[in-house]
């Protein structure tokens, strides 16, 4: 490392001479990279629901939960598979990995949905597959509170 050292001292020209050329790369690095405020990340989710009138809570998840999820699991790319059985109702959400082909994602849901739809009860209503929109959602959300007035709030948040 001493070496190293010597030799950037006594050839100061050539370290002066790198040194700039690193910066130059670098501004032009800087320069020439993409930037986004707000990138689209395409993640694809997609939720499945399916109703059920009058059918219990426990009802649903044995009638309506359990066959959908035995099927849907089955899917390539699918990264989590959320369920939620309520009175009358049951629904999946299904979170692909970021940068998985979305028609292929939806036409696989939509297939093995309806492979699905012969597990269920006839008298179920026909399962909806729907896409969710991330870009729709908020990057972030801020809650301001304190002991100033609320229009010295709205200044300092704007």
Do not use: C, H
């Not at 629901?49 to 309506?64: F, K, M, N, Q, W």
């Amino acid at each position: 490392m001493k070496a190293f050292i010597a030799a950037a001292f006594s050839r100061n020209r050539a370290a002066i001479l790198l040194l700039a050329v690193l910066l130059i790369m670098g501004s032009i690095a800087y320069a020439t990279i993409p930037k986004e405020a707000a990138p689209e990340i395409d993640i694809p989710v997609f939720t499945v629901t399916v109703s059920y009138p009058g059918i219990s809570t426990e009802d649903s998840a044995r009638l309506l939960v359990e066959p959908l999820e035995r099927k849907l699991q089955s899917i390539d790319g699918l990264d989590t598979l959320t369920a939620q059985a309520g009175e009358g109702f049951a629904m999946l959400q299904l979170e692909f990995a970021a940068g998985f082909d979305n028609e292929k994602a939806l036409r696989d849901v939509k297939d093995e949905t309806e492979k699905a739809e012969q597990d269920l009860p006839s008298d179920a209503e026909k399962p909806t597959v729907q896409e969710v929109d991330l870009s729709l959602f908020p990057i972030l959300t801020v809650a301001l509170s304190g002991n100033i007035p609320e229009r010295d709030l709205i200044q300092l948040a704007r």
